[in-house]
């Protein structure tokens, strides 16, 4: 599967889009999330959303063997922003209650717990899509 160029608006307020399951896409989905706040006249949740898309497809690329992933923000009500990344995975993401000092992953999701009112996996067909809101 190939990236698509643009952000697509989805069906309620929101944006998707397709990305490889690389690294490299976190870059494009921090800008994907940085358009849609912008658009909605939040652009003060910028930073915070970028580093939760992050977060969530370096999850998705360390823990997955997909070739692509859906990066979707979406504004289900006027108080809540969701930010996801949906994937092939069947396995579903845990929270570590504790990292060694000198370990170098593994505090992905508990930044994401800490910066956001809830997270969790919504499970799908063909895969589960992690998510916070």
């Given at each position: 599967m190939t990236a698509t160029a643009r952000p697509t608006?989805?069906?309620?307020?929101?944006?998707?889009?397709?990305?490889?399951?690389?690294?490299?896409?976190?870059?494009q989905a921090r800008s994907l999330v940085r358009t849609a706040l912008g658009a909605w006249g939040l652009e003060h949740l910028a930073?915070?959303?970028?580093?939760?898309?992050?977060?969530?497809?370096s999850n998705s690329v360390t823990h997955t063997r997909t070739y692509s992933i859906r990066v979707t923000v979406s504004r289900p009500s006027e108080t809540?922003?969701?930010?996801?990344?949906?994937?092939?995975?069947?396995?579903?993401?845990?929270l570590r209650t504790t990292t060694g000092d000198h370990e170098e992953t593994g505090r992905g999701?508990?930044?994401?717990?800490?910066?956001?009112?809830?997270?969790?996996t919504d499970f799908l067909p063909g895969g589960n899509g992690s998510g916070a809101t």
């Amino acid at each position: 599967m190939t990236a698509t160029a643009r952000p697509t608006p989805t069906g309620h307020p929101g944006y998707t889009q397709t990305l490889p399951c690389t690294a490299r896409s976190a870059g494009q989905a921090r800008s994907l999330v940085r358009t849609a706040l912008g658009a909605w006249g939040l652009e003060h949740l910028a930073d915070t959303g970028a580093l939760v898309v992050t977060e969530l497809v370096s999850n998705s690329v360390t823990h997955t063997r997909t070739y692509s992933i859906r990066v979707t923000v979406s504004r289900p009500s006027e108080t809540f922003v969701r930010i996801a990344v949906a994937d092939n995975s069947m396995t579903i993401p845990m929270l570590r209650t504790t990292t060694g000092d000198h370990e170098e992953t593994g505090r992905g999701l508990a930044i994401i717990d800490a910066l956001t009112w809830r997270w969790g996996t919504d499970f799908l067909p063909g895969g589960n899509g992690s998510g916070a809101t």
